[in-house]
T-cell receptor
Framework: AQSVTQLDSQVPVFEEAPVELRCNYS??????LFWYVQYPNQGLQLLLK??????LVKGINGFEAEFNKSQTSFHLRKPSVHISDTAEYFC???????????FGTGTSLTVIP | DAGVIQSPRHEVTEMGQEVTLRCKPI?????LFWYRQTMMRGLELLIY????????DSGMPEDRFSAKMPNASFSTLKIQPSEPRDSAVYFC????????????FGQGTRLTVV
């Protein structure tokens, strides 16, 4: 089975500062990678996904992530955060011949005014 | 499409009672997943279905939990009898196909067992 590691459980950052949320996965086979965002009392919403092609993936709300196969990483970045980015962020992976989505434990991003 | 619809949004019940959570997936999606989210364990996959057939229920915590998908537009997760440790947010998600691997989540059901 896959495992997804999000090393930072909480990330505080000042408004308009850059942020990186880290994600590593365990698979040695081909995978699809995802970042989801969860606002308070809401379900998970897809931010971006990597299926194939360019390793730099752009998503909604100005987020982007880079797939690094050699380091089995898929870190999420944003150059300038807003207060509205305060939320829980989940990294997920599924094998491209599989059906299950494996989620990390989440990173709580808090944007400080 | 209205997205994945879960009901109820909130449920408070007494220990020992039966609880039924409901989910309507997005029309045309082949896969349906049930997840449980708690502070301690994060997001856990309980069970998933492909074309209404349960594929993997290894995440179901114990026999008190059961899930059904009688047709492509409806699924239930039942807990009988419920216990306080079952308190959590339960999410249903659906996915179009293996070729389109994206999970769409419902708003969740917050279950409190007292």
């Amino acid at each position: 089975a896959q495992s997804v590691t999000q090393l930072d459980s909480q990330v505080p950052v000042f408004e308009e500062a850059p942020v990186e949320l880290r994600c590593n996965y365990s698979s040695s086979v081909s995978v699809y990678l995802f970042w989801y965002v969860q606002y308070p009392n809401q379900g998970l919403q897809l931010l971006l996904k990597y299926l194939s092609g360019s390793t730099l993936v752009k998503g909604i709300n100005g987020f982007e992530a880079e797939f690094n196969k050699s380091q089995t990483s898929f870190h999420l970045r944003k150059p300038s955060v807003h207060i509205s980015d305060t939320a829980e962020y989940f990294c997920a992976v599924t094998e491209n011949h599989g059906n299950q989505f494996y989620f990390g434990t989440g990173t709580s991003l808090t944007v400080i005014p | 499409d209205a997205g994945v619809i879960q009901s109820p949004r909130h449920e408070v019940t007494e220990m020992g009672q039966e609880v039924t959570l409901r989910c309507k997936p997005i029309s045309g999606h082949d896969y349906l997943f049930w997840y449980r989210q708690t502070m301690m364990r994060g997001l856990e996959l309980l069970i998933y279905f492909n074309n209404n057939v349960p594929i993997d229920d290894s995440g179901m915590p114990e026999d008190r939990f059961s899930a059904k998908m009688p047709n492509a537009s409806f699924s239930t997760l039942k807990i009988q009898p419920s216990e306080p440790r079952d308190s959590a947010v339960y999410f249903c998600a659906s996915s179009p196909s293996r070729q389109i691997p994206e999970a769409f989540f419902g708003q969740g059901t917050r279950l409190t067992v007292v």
